[in-house]
């Protein structure tokens, strides 16, 4: 179980599993319908769901909103708007991949930019200094989290419904509610800004921000795959009490996901400066239950064990390109709400369908 | 029992002599409720009421929803008023409706409802609504933006950038006094978007902050790139359009007007990033409530509208440094003096 979902999101592997699972279907062909192959398939592989859904709903947008969605620009533009909850959405998976959830991890990335911006911009701390201040907020948020669910023995949903409470009481007594402007961090400490920067490819237009969060994505997605860590990681989701058993250090391991989902967060933080323009304590008050939504819709389960970090990605992805298509497409922003929902229980519905492959 | 007896009359006496004490202005209770505590304009009127109600020697209560449309927090908070024997209530309602019976409720118990900056629905739900005129801070927002174009209004690009898809009424009257301002027609006036005229490019929600400001300007700038004109709700949202617009290298060609008058975006207008905007002064709509439930507690008067109108208008300015004959406005220097927040 924790092989062929490890192996699943490695491309090299993906090939291995697919040629071993044409075999084994050959063996009991006429046991077998054709939707079980797709079923079976699509188990082994998780990320290929939120695949096959990008692809469709751009391909369906290209037709009802026209030329002016599927412009470079257009699908470049989708990628920067979803670069932070891609950034969440990657932090996250560690922590439902260990049948956790993180309701906090947006609030732990706006008290982060608060911290560095503040620090920057109105105390005059130098930005080499200020930064490192948000990633060590970010790590230290996401350790609290950690060690309440494995010391208190707290269910993660709790702690975390408690701690997003806190760290946002944080933002807002921290910030006074006052957002830092654009023009004043230009002046002072203009390095805070600078996974806001744009590169032009061709017509599309990438910030410094989205190539990062690809980059988190690939090595968080190395690190699942081929090391310890990682496998540990899939086990204790899968079942705590074996993986204990079978050596694992459970509590050591839940501690280190948190503490790297925080330490992403802080990450998230500075490149969100860069995209908002300002230190906002207002914005990205949903982002964490949107991170949760690419994260589901990216199939990763959320009772622990399954799932592909790049599905999260490709989550995100599809969140934008509705958001996009509906309202080139001059769809109210209600049904914008709606569609989404759809969307959520359309991947639980997936996943549910394939857990009973195993069944 | 004698003994007994007098004791207790003694201490009844006390009791009461303790109670009488402070008596008169110390003994009147007022509860402010907000909808938020996260957002400025409501951490300033709250500010200005405190200090309003120790200047009074009045015992002010505060309570806040932990969203914006966080009603049964609100509801809670009333019948806690009511409960512990305050002489008024000032709210700024999320949900301006459903909030009406239980404000009822108060009144029955004979406490004073003011509604601040939101009216309620019907707006004489309530005692008296201190609040700045919505529509007409639109309204001028939207006559400066089409002076400013001049003869080019006629074929303008106008992008708007709304609060919530709930349209809550604040919203809705702004975005629809900034529309009759610049001289488009309006539909249903209770609802946005539903006008038809074609300078309009669309409308798209921002949550009143910054990355919601960014995320809708680039959404309508991709559904026609040559917008001009931008109405925002709030100046958080116009700092995020303006990045948007930035990265699009527009930023020049393109007009943006907002409200609310905080002093990030006072600065704004005077950098440039915001054409103009109007202020609104949260300060006031407090104190003045927590005057007029003084006055209530202590001589039965309610306080009333300003003539004409079926609110008390605690006054609204345009800011802006490029002034437009015939509507009147501050500079950018003034109007900082005057900010909030």
């Known amino acids: 179980m924790v092989d062929s979902n490890r192996s699943a999101d490695s491309g090299a592997e993906a090939g291995l599993v697919k040629a071993s699972a044409d075999t084994v279907a050959e063996f009991d062909a006429d046991k077998k319908t054709a939707l079980q192959h797709i079923q079976h398939f699509l188990h082994g592989n998780p990320a290929m769901v939120p695949v096959i859904i990008l692809f469709v709903s751009v391909v369906a947008f290209r037709l009802i909103a026209g030329e002016r969605f599927f412009t470079a620009f257009n699908l470049s533009l989708i990628i920067q708007q979803v670069t932070i909850i891609g950034f969440l959405a990657c932090a996250q998976t560690l922590i439902v991949l260990t049948a956790g959830i993180d309701l906090s991890i947006a609030a732990i990335m706006v008290l982060a930019s608060v911290v560095a911006g503040k620090f920057a911009v109105i105390l005059g701390v130098p930005s080499i200094i200020a930064i490192p201040c948000g990633f060590v907020v970010g790590t230290l948020g996401g350790l609290v989290n950690g060690l309440l669910v494995t010391r208190l023995r707290l269910p993660p949903f709790i702690v975390t419904l408690g701690t997003w409470n806190i760290f946002f009481a944080l933002v807002i007594w921290y910030s006074g509610s006052q957002s830092i402007r654009s023009q004043d961090i230009d002046k002072i400490a203009p390095v805070l800004k600078i996974f806001g920067e744009r590169v032009s490819i061709g017509g599309a237009v990438f910030t410094y921000g989205s190539f990062l969060m690809v980059g988190v994505f690939l090595v968080i997605w190395y690190v699942l795959n081929n090391t310890a860590w990682g496998r540990h990681v899939y086990a204790v989701g899968d079942d705590k009490e074996a993986a204990e058993l079978s050596g694992i250090n459970t509590n050591r391991l839940l501690l280190s996901v948190y503490g790297v989902a925080g330490f992403i967060a802080g990450i998230a933080a500075w490149v969100s400066i860069g995209r908002v323009g300002s230190v906002s304590p207002q914005s990205f008050y949903d982002a964490n239950l949107d991170s949760i939504t690419a994260v589901v819709i990216g199939g990763t389960s959320l009772f622990g064990g399954r799932g592909s970090i790049l599905g999260a990605l490709f989550g995100a992805l599809i969140v934008g390109v509705f958001s996009s298509g509906l309202k080139i497409a001059g769809v109210d922003v209600i049904w914008q709400r709606f569609a989404i929902g759809c969307l959520i229980i359309l991947a639980v519905g997936i996943d549910q369908w394939l857990r009973r492959v195993s069944a | ?341």
């Open chain 2, 1 to 341: 029992m004698r003994i007994l007896d007098s004791k207790t009359a003694i201490a009844i006496a006390l009791l009461g002599a303790g109670a009488a004490m402070p008596a008169a202005a110390a003994d009147i209770g007022a509860c402010l409720i907000t909808k938020t505590d996260i957002n400025p304009f409501f951490v300033k009127m709250k500010e200005g009421a405190t200090a309003k109600a120790e200047e009074l020697g009045i015992i002010l209560s505060t309570y806040a929803g932990k969203v914006d449309g966080d009603h049964e927090t609100q509801v809670q908070a009333i019948e806690t008023c009511i409960a512990s024997g305050a002489k008024g209530i000032m709210i700024t309602a999320s949900d301006t409706a459903a909030i009406v019976p239980v404000v009822e409720q108060a009144r029955e118990a004979g406490l004073l409802v003011i509604a601040l900056d939101t009216p309620l629905e019907p707006i004489d739900s309530a005692d008296a609504t201190f609040a700045t005129d919505n529509f007409k801070a639109g309204e001028l927002i939207g006559q400066w933006a089409a002076a400013q174009l001049g003869d080019k209004a006629g074929e303008a690009k106008i992008a708007m950038l709304d609060l919530s898809a709930s349209q809550p009424s604040v919203g809705v009257l702004r975005d629809q006094g900034f529309l009759q301002g610049f001289g488009i027609e309006l539909n249903d006036p209770k609802r946005w978007g539903d006008e038809t005229d074609p300078r309009i490019i669309g409308n798209d929600v921002t949550a009143g902050n910054e990355e919601g400001g960014r995320r809708a300007m680039e959404n309508l700038m991709q559904k026609d790139p040559e917008v001009n004109v931008v109405y925002t709700i709030n100046e958080p949202a116009a700092a995020g359009a303006y990045e948007a617009l930035k990265a699009f290298g527009r930023e020049d060609e393109v007009l943006i007007v907002s409200i609310d008058g905080g002093c990030p975006g006072v600065a704004n207008v005077a950098d440039g990033v915001i054409g103009a905007t109007a202020q609104q002064y949260p300060l006031l709509m407090a104190s003045k409530g927590v005057e007029a439930i003084k006055a209530w507690a202590e001589s039965g008067v309610k306080p009333e509208p300003t003539p004409g109108l079926d609110f008390f208008n605690t006054g609204v300015s345009l800011v802006t440094d490029k002034p437009v004959e015939g509507i009147e406005s501050i500079d950018t220097k003034e109007g900082g003096e005057r900010c909030w927040g």
